[in-house]
């Protein structure tokens, strides 16, 4: 079975700086998909950014990048320039085999201080 | 449509009732899922539809959790004598493919059972 860890129920940053989240994964699957999705407090999930596992590139949208490392099944998010909007709960989420469900973890709050 | 639509936005019902929740994906998505979020919590996959065919309920939590998707569009979750345990708000997501792709969510349903 797939599990997806995330260890910081909450995290805070400035405004312009920068901040990582952190996941971590268990998958038997070869073939898979990693994710990071947003929800803002309306609770519409937003896809932020999304790594194909046999790709050794990081992916990057912008001032979001992410650091896979596959080895050690982990998969962290970096946001730069942090902005206000910003601020929501972020979901780490893998999927594998043909159907493609999506695992959650438990998600990390973030907070934006101006 | 722009988007995933859900409705109703919310529901209380009391605990025995049955309700219906809906959801309309994006026009022309063939992969449909219903996931279930309790507060404070990462969502939980519960059934995938491809199509009109219904082809994985395995993350359904008892027999009084059905859904449909009869002409491979619009699809409903039903919840037959509903049970406090069932208050969460359930997300409904459409992708364009099976497999990896991106899944576009809705608002949400959120469900509360007195």
């Known amino acids: 079975a797939q599990t997806v860890t995330q260890s910081q129920p909450e995290m805070s940053v400035q405004e312009a700086e920068t901040v990582t989240l952190s996941c971590t994964y268990d998958t038997s699957e070869s073939d898979y998909y990693l994710f990071w999705y947003k929800q803002p407090p309306s609770r519409q999930m937003i896809l932020v950014i999304r790594q194909e596992a046999y790709k050794q590139q990081n992916a990057t949208e912008n001032r979001f990048s992410v650091n896979f490392q596959k080895a050690a099944k982990s998969f962290s998010l970096k946001i730069s320039d942090s902005q206000l909007g910003d601020a929501a709960m972020y979901f780490c989420?893998?999927?594998?085999?043909?159907?493609?469900?999506?695992?959650f973890g438990k998600g990390t709050k973030l907070s934006v201080k101006p | 449509g722009a988007g995933v639509s859900q409705s109703p936005r919310y529901k209380v019902a009391k605990r025995g009732q049955d309700v219906a929740l809906r959801c309309d994906p994006i026009s022309g998505h063939v992969s449909l899922f219903w996931y279930q979020q309790a507060l404070g919590q990462g969502p939980e996959f519960l059934t995938y539809?491809?199509?009109?065919?219904?082809?994985?309920k395995s993350g359904l939590p008892s027999d009084r959790f059905f859904a449909e998707r009869p002409e491979g569009s619009v699809s409903t979750l039903k919840i037959q004598r509903t049970q406090q345990e069932d208050s969460a708000v359930y997300l409904c997501?459409?992708?364009?493919?099976?497999?990896?792709?991106?899944?576009?969510f809705g608002p949400g349903t959120r469900l509360t059972v007195l």
């Open positions: 539809f491809q199509n009109e065919a219904q082809l994985d």
């Open positions: 989420a893998s999927n594998g085999g043909s159907q493609g469900n999506l695992i």
């Open positions: 997501a459409s992708s364009s493919q099976r497999g990896h792709n991106e899944q576009f």
